[in-house]
């Protein structure tokens, strides 16, 4: 027989919960005050190696992965983050990552000169490390002066490593960036680069170049149990292989400092370089740019102020022209300014 409308109750109704579940919805999140704090040293497929106790007889290794909370906020070596969960180290075992703490630097670059979106390569740095081959490859001054800028955009103290001095006098190089005081360190196959690892001593640094200038070589003679993979330059295109697929951070014998290893670039975007951002690096220019500079200024044009500001004697001609060779390396149109800095 056919049930009356009267004869429903509640229980009769079925109600279909929404894709989101009937839990209800609140903007507060867990405050996480009991977080470990860990140090991210490798990121490889969605897992993270932390260093937990960084310093301590209780120093661990454990892999995490991103909590939901994080929304889409990368996490990159070199940050500094809360974890939660198991962070025992043990085999198997996975924690979460809750919160990345305030990065004090973060080095960037995009695909191209036209590239809208920038990529985070490493956090919390204090030193760019340009390494450049003196031959074989042969030097590429355009890439050096994107690394540079790039460095001085992050806050970053750049240190010129110029790799195989036995194959090359790095006198010409070192002469062309002396205007900008960029310090430098020459290494030679098979010497022991006591010299760079003084240089590196309590820092945390990042070693960037493009492939085939021996930059994995100088991370093993650094840290010797790293063995990192090490290639060979293409006889025929003068160009090295990549041999390092990921960043990851080591710490040096006796726990003087890190060292950050990148893999090889054969580009430098700088779409999201503010000029701004490099003058700043240049402490005899920038007031100069504050108080005669046009709004606007990009210090290439025909009214920049800096001109008057070198010829007061405020600075030298040599620095400017430093300056505008640098600020014309992040410029699309600029001819010879390609990305790559070939």
């Given at each position: 027989?056919?049930r ?11 109600v ?6 009937t839990?209800?919805r609140t903007?507060r999140r867990?405050a996480h005050?009991d977080a470990s704090?860990g ?6 497929r ?7 106790g960084?310093?301590t007889s209780g120093e661990?290794a454990?892999t995490?992965?991103r ?14 983050v809360a974890l939660v ?9 996975l ?5 990345v ?6 080095l960037r670059r ?8 920038e990529?985070i ?7 760019l490390?340009?390494v450049?081959a ?10 050096i002066?994107?690394q540079?800028?790039?460095?001085y955009d992050?806050?970053?103290e750049?240190?010129l490593?110029l ?6 006098d790095?006198a010409a190089l070192?002469a ?6 960029v310090?430098?360190?020459v290494?030679r196959?098979?010497?022991?680069p ?5 240089r ?6 990042v ?10 070589t100088l991370?093993n003679a650094?840290?010797?149990d790293?063995?990192r ?6 006889a ?5 292989r990549h041999t ?7 710490e040096?014998p ?6 950050i ?8 975007g ?11 690096a ?8 504050a108080?005669?500079?046009p709004?606007?200024?990009d210090h290439r044009?025909?009214?920049c102020?800096l001109d008057?500001?070198?010829?007061d ?12 060779r640098?600020?014309?390396?992040r ?11 070939g």
């Amino acid at each position: 027989m056919a049930r009356r409308t009267r004869d429903y109750d509640e229980d009769d109704v079925r109600v279909r919960p929404g894709r989101r579940g009937t839990r209800p919805r609140t903007r507060r999140r867990p405050a996480h005050e009991d977080a470990s704090t860990g140090f991210v040293t490798a990121v490889d497929r969605g897992r993270y190696r932390c260093l937990v106790g960084a310093g301590t007889s209780g120093e661990r290794a454990v892999t995490a992965m991103r909590a939901r909370e994080l929304g889409r906020k990368g996490v990159v070596v070199g940050d500094r983050v809360a974890l939660v969960g198991d962070v025992s180290g043990d085999a198997d075992t996975l924690a979460r990552i809750v919160r990345v703490e305030p990065r004090t630097s973060s080095l960037r670059r995009t695909a191209d000169d036209t590239d809208p979106f920038e990529r985070i390569i490493v956090a919390n740095a204090d030193r760019l490390v340009i390494v450049t081959a003196l031959a074989d490859p042969e030097p590429r001054p355009r890439m050096i002066d994107r690394q540079l800028v790039a460095a001085y955009d992050a806050g970053m103290e750049p240190l010129l490593c110029l790799t195989k001095a036995d194959l090359a006098d790095p006198a010409a190089l070192v002469a062309e960036y002396a205007p900008i005081g960029v310090p430098w360190v020459v290494t030679r196959r098979g010497d022991d680069p006591a010299e760079l690892r003084e240089r590196l001593a309590g820092r945390t640094s990042v070693l960037v170049g493009h492939s085939g200038v021996g930059k994995s070589t100088l991370v093993n003679a650094l840290v010797p149990d790293a063995e990192r993979a090490v290639s060979h330059v293409n006889a025929v295109t003068g160009r090295g292989r990549h041999t390092s697929s990921s960043a990851i951070a080591l710490e040096l014998p006796g726990g003087d400092g890190w060292i950050i290893d990148t893999p090889g670039v054969r580009s430098f975007g700088l779409a999201h370089v503010e000029p701004e951002h490099v003058v700043n690096a240049f402490d005899d220019l920038a007031e100069g740019a504050a108080e005669r500079c046009p709004p606007h200024c990009d210090h290439r044009q025909n009214d920049c102020g800096l001109d008057g500001w070198v010829e007061d004697g405020h600075a030298s001609r040599a620095r400017l022209d430093s300056l505008r060779r640098l600020l014309a390396s992040r410029d699309p149109e600029q001819p010879g300014t390609r990305a790559e800095g070939g």
